[in-house]
């Protein structure tokens, strides 16, 4: 008998689920709470960016918007069941979101058991390193499809709107810079 070693990383084992899970999707039509909750931690643990950044754009947006209509489809409560909040607790001596911060929004904003409006909102203010990640790719997803359409970038877009003048910068051949 011969053996075979087939060597996989993580993500591409979590892949495996998504599809999986994503077949049952296609083929009823929904998903039960616990399917959405497995098919989101699926998604969170098959996320990589080096693979989702070299896909086209159009896939990207797809990606973005299932991953936000799954996020809605929960509660924070279902959220934190498959993800929980990074515990960590030194946000306000550092000025940054932590355990406390993502509590405080979603009693503030949502309430536990209230269904998520806005899943990027939600993964913004959610505390979660790879969450985080996620989130800050979806805006670049954005921001890329706004440029395909308009020409200039959101941060352009929000310069030219408040008055603020940008100046470009260019790397000479050289070495120098130019305006």
Same mark, same amino acid.
Do not use: C, H
């Given at each position: 008998m011969k053996l075979t070693i087939i060597s996989r990383t993580p993500?591409?084992?979590?892949t495996d689920r998504v599809i999986k899970i994503a077949k049952c999707w $296609? $083929?009823? =039509?929904?998903?039960s709470t616990n399917e959405k909750q497995k098919l989101?931690?699926?998604?969170? %643990?098959s996320?990589?960016? &080096?693979? /989702?950044?070299? !896909?086209?754009?159009?896939?990207?947006?797809?990606a973005m918007f299932m991953?936000?209509?799954?996020? *809605? =489809?929960?509660?924070?409560?279902?959220f934190y069941q498959a993800i929980p909040? @990074?515990?960590? +607790?030194? =946000? %306000? %001596?550092? &000025?940054? @979101?932590? /355990?406390?911060?993502?509590? *405080? +929004?979603?009693? $503030?904003k949502i309430g536990w058991d209230n269904k998520i409006p806005n899943g990027? &909102?939600?993964?913004?203010?959610?505390?979660? @390193? %790879?969450?985080n990640l996620?989130?800050?790719?979806? !805006?670049?997803?954005v921001n890329d499809s706004r440029q395909r359409k308009s020409g200039k970038s959101i941060f352009e877009e929000f310069a030219r709107e408040n008055g603020i003048h940008l100046m470009h910068m260019y790397e000479l051949k050289g070495g120098g810079l130019s305006d």
């Open positions: 993500e591409e084992i979590w $296609k $083929k009823t =039509g929904k998903l989101l931690l699926a998604l969170y %643990k996320f990589d960016l &080096e693979v /989702y950044q070299k !896909m086209s754009l159009r896939w990207r947006e797809t991953f936000n209509d799954l996020i *809605e =489809g929960l509660t924070p409560r279902q909040i @990074r515990k960590q +607790f030194d =946000g %306000k %001596k550092y &000025e940054v @979101r932590d /355990y406390f911060t993502a509590r *405080e +929004f979603i009693e $503030k990027f &909102e939600f993964l913004m203010n959610y505390w979660d @390193r %790879k969450t996620i989130a800050v790719w979806a !805006m670049d997803v």
